[in-house]
């Protein structure tokens, strides 16, 4: 099972707008919605800040939200802010029962 | 608020076996999946597996001939076993609660196990 496919950086100025995508295929991203996304910190637990390609959990900024076209999702962070500068992966249920994550994504905030 | 904590040595030798376990505080285990999700250094997120309150699990085609898994719910715990690890087995190990609509929504903040002689 192949990784799915995210870019390796994306830098944007604070109150900017970023777009981060994730490729897979028909056995995955495109033929299920359990697309989550995650946001890491250094020496923190992984925080879920979208799931359901763009449902956002209790508690997480409007700021963040999700798409699905295909076999890509993205996700969408709004009005950057410095809090937001961390690393995002995205993941997807796929067709043999197993779960693949993306490449990860580093987000610089400017 | 459920709260994950991984246990277990830092430093595992090669052909070893790496074994960890997961407390989860301030929840049930009843109805859930709880699973094991590793990163390497430098590298990205990588899906082990998970097992059933019940027992049950699904592991990852590429680790199931040295993965097993095990849960204890009247301990609020899970445990990880790796066999014959080896350098590349060298991770952050995650272990996180996952739901029936397959959300990863609650997570250890992860321990590191270095495979080294």
């Known amino acids: 099972q192949s990784a799915l496919t995210q870019p390796a950086s994306v830098s944007a100025s604070p109150g900017q707008s970023i777009t981060i995508s994730c490729t897979g295929s028909t056995n995955d991203i495109g033929g299920f919605s359990s697309v989550s996304w995650f946001q890491l910190h250094p020496g923190k637990a992984p925080k879920l800040v979208i799931f359901d390609v763009s449902s956002r959990p209790s508690g997480v900024s409007y700021r963040f939200s999700g798409s699905k076209s295909g076999n890509t999702a993205s996700l969408t962070i709004s009005r950057l802010q410095p809090d937001d500068e961390a690393d995002y992966y995205c993941a997807s249920y796929s067709s043999n029962s197993v779960h693949v994550f993306g490449t990860g994504t580093k987000v610089s905030v400017l | 608020q459920v709260q994950l904590q991984e246990s277990g040595p830092g430093l595992v030798r090669p052909s070893e076996t790496l074994s960890l376990i997961c407390r989860v505080s301030?929840?049930?285990?009843?109805?859930?999946?709880w699973s094991w999700i590793r990163q390497p250094p430098g590298k990205g997120l990588e899906w082990i597996g998970y097992i059933y309150y019940k027992g049950t699990s699904n592991y990852n085609p590429s680790l199931e001939s040295r993965v097993t898994m095990s849960v204890d719910t009247s301990e609020n715990q899970f445990s990880l076993h790796l066999r014959s690890v080896t350098a590349a087995d060298t991770a952050v190990y995650y272990c996180?609660?996952?739901?029936?609509?397959?959300?990863?929504?609650?997570w250890g903040q992860g321990t590191l196990v270095s495979v080294s002689s």
């Open positions: 301030g929840g049930s285990m009843t109805n859930f999946y």
């Open positions: 996180a609660r996952r739901d029936y609509s397959a959300i990863f929504d609650h």
